[in-house]
């Protein structure tokens, strides 16, 4: 009986999750971006293609979806960029692994298609935009407009998954996200070869009407001194 009254219980917000509408059908999306540049000091100029992306998203079962995403033409390289499967235990609760972007920053999260300007900000760009291979968590507190997510994922970069290592890097962050206004606070530690580097990640956006605000400042620090501190902003 007590078997049996457990097993209910297990099932109970999985039934919960299989009402929602879902489709079995793959959703695929794009984004292409051509741009001419001149460079005014010595006025060269030049076309490029700085993005052609191509994603793929859907279920394979009431819990469980899926995101494949590539760059076919990234000023003339092809970049693999994400792959990921996610059980969905709860509305609230779920458990993500494969390579995508770790859970710290704001602005770095925001795709081609999403982006307020041409470029990207300097965080997004040189400081924030960093891609692991690994696992993480998300809880969706009901009780508070909330998400928390922490992860841990190998050291090193991401074309290089078949080492072993006995340090790994972790990340986290928690969004707060309520009538138009957000705050966030983020934090990462990741290993380059032997150096171990910590970052601290603040942002804060309101959007109300046709306006958007936004200020996002991250710290980043290299153990034992091995690089000078960054401050962007």
Request: glycine share 8%.
């Amino acid at each position: 009986m007590r078997i049996k009254t457990l097993f209910t219980l297990l099932l109970f917000p999985l039934s919960l999750l299989a009402e929602e509408k879902f489709s079995y059908i793959p959703q695929i999306h794009g984004t292409f971006r051509g741009r001419y540049e001149l460079e005014t000091e010595n006025m060269e100029n030049r076309f490029q293609i700085r993005n052609a992306r191509l994603s793929v998203n859907g279920f394979v079962a009431p819990i469980i979806d899926y995101y494949i995403q590539f760059d076919a033409c990234d000023r003339g390289k092809m970049r693999f960029l994400d792959a990921w499967g996610r059980l969905s235990f709860t509305k609230e609760f779920n458990v993500q692994v494969g390579q995508f972007r770790k859970p710290c920053g704001l602005d770095a999260f925001r795709s081609p298609a999403n982006q307020y300007f041409a470029n990207r900000s300097f965080i997004a760009k040189q400081v924030g935009n960093i891609r692991g291979v690994g696992g993480k968590i998300t809880y969706k507190p009901r009780f508070a407009p909330l998400t928390i997510e922490a992860g841990v994922f190998n050291k090193g970069t991401t074309d290089n998954q078949e080492a072993y290592a006995k340090s790994m890097s972790y990340a986290a962050r928690i969004i707060f996200a309520k009538n138009g206004f957000t705050a966030l606070g983020g934090w990462q530690t990741i290993v380059y070869d032997i150096v171990r580097v910590g970052l601290v990640d603040a942002a804060l956006q309101y959007e109300y009407d046709r306006w958007h605000l936004e200020a996002e400042y991250m710290y980043k620090h290299y153990r034992h001194e091995e690089s000078p501190d960054c401050h962007a902003y």
